[in-house]
């Protein structure tokens, strides 16, 4: 049986089938938004959670099939370390558009944990959410082992498809006869009667959970937006993996995408220009807000600095509308990937809302 089937109470299927997104205007696959709750020099975290509003409500509105938020610790420009908290505000301003994790970070989590938010949201917003889980810390070890309460990281990780597979167990409320949590019912959940549950995507940045999402026969999203050279890699391992299940009788891929759109080239090569200094001080230990693109313009970035700044601005698509639209379109074919979701990193909110704006013009997206 299909766990992700509709029924009368749930979200808009027209545009999909609970996993699979449908194509709008001219694009070539469906597009998505991924939000990272940035805060920037300046600014607030609760400017950076209105901002997130205000995206997920154009997102909405232009056509954009779904938008994901992204678990993350201990790093100052991002104020995204509770998902589903930011999630059930999204879904309580918004009708229509699919809202998820991507991702919820489980070896961090007791899977009853994740079962229990993810019920609850499914619960508030029936047929809207989507649950996606990655085996990484989302953070640096100190932190994960802090989150943890351990410093044996590794367990987590090796331990994370049984995890998965408690988690399912959970959500499905089918533990056998015998087991130790057989009695054990996570709420909002079908022990209090027929109910929809938010379909499992598994994320990676390299070939372990695209092995795993494909012998599942679970959807898969690759975040290709810092992991560049393993994407098609992955998607192979993924495709050739993929064993039909009653949740997916064909693999279907989603790519993680940084992209930003300005009125003039110059213009998004400065907003760019922020994210890639944020990532070259997160990447040498020296993470903080994002900076203002007169900062980035004006940092005096060294031989190998540089090289690194360069090197991340080549994996992201910017420029026009009409260039990023070519480069989005050219990802697209050479992937394969069935859906691409668009993550815009800047300082401001507004470079960023007016990048998906003018994006959604570019394909001729509804709005």
Do not use: C
């Not at 279907?252 to 300005?262: D, E, K, M, P, Q």
């Amino acid at each position: 049986m299909d766990k992700n089937r509709g029924d009368e109470n749930r979200g808009d299927e027209s545009r999909g089938d609970g996993i699979r997104g449908r194509a709008e205007g001219t694009a070539s696959v469906p597009l998505s938004v991924l939000d990272l709750v940035t805060v920037g020099q300046g600014r607030t975290a609760t400017q950076a959670l209105r901002t997130s509003v205000d995206i997920a409500q154009l997102a909405e509105r232009r056509g954009y099939h779904r938008l994901w938020v992204a678990e993350h610790h201990s790093m100052p420009g991002v104020a995204s370390s509770s998902p589903a908290v930011i999630l059930a505000h999204l879904a309580a301003r918004t009708e229509r558009i699919r809202l998820g994790s991507g991702g919820v970070m489980l070896p961090n989590h007791a899977p009853l944990v994740i079962a229990e938010q993810f019920g609850t949201l499914e619960a508030m917003a029936p047929g809207r959410i989507d649950l996606g889980l990655g085996r990484a810390p989302g953070t640096d070890g100190a932190t994960a082992a802090a989150l943890r309460r351990t410093d044996r990281l590794g367990e987590g990780v090796e331990d994370f498809p049984q995890q998965l597979a408690e988690l399912t167990r959970f959500l499905d409320d089918d533990f056998p006869d015998g087991h130790p949590y057989a009695r054990i019912h996570a709420v909002p959940g079908p022990v209090q009667g027929p109910a929809g549950r938010p379909p499992i995507w598994l994320l990676g940045s390299s070939g372990f959970s695209a092995r795993l999402a494909g012998v599942l026969g679970l959807p898969f999203a690759f975040a290709h937006h810092f992991s560049a050279q393993n994407t098609i890699p992955a998607l192979d391992l993924y495709r050739d993996s993929f064993k039909p299940s009653a949740v997916l009788d064909a693999p279907y891929a989603l790519i993680g995408v940084s992209a930003l759109a300005a009125d003039e080239e110059r213009e998004a090569r400065r907003q760019v220009l922020t994210g890639a200094l944020s990532m070259l001080r997160l990447r040498t230990g020296r993470p903080g807000l994002i900076p203002t693109p007169e900062e980035a313009e004006a940092y005096a970035f060294s031989p190998v600095e540089r090289e690194f700044v360069d090197s991340w601005l080549g994996n992201v698509i910017h420029g026009t509308a009409d260039e990023v639209r070519s480069g989005l379109d050219d990802l697209a074919k050479r992937t394969g990937a069935d859906e691409l979701m668009i993550t815009a990193n800047a300082h401001g909110g507004e470079a960023r809302l007016r990048s998906y704006d003018l994006i959604a013009d570019a394909y001729g997206l509804r709005g």
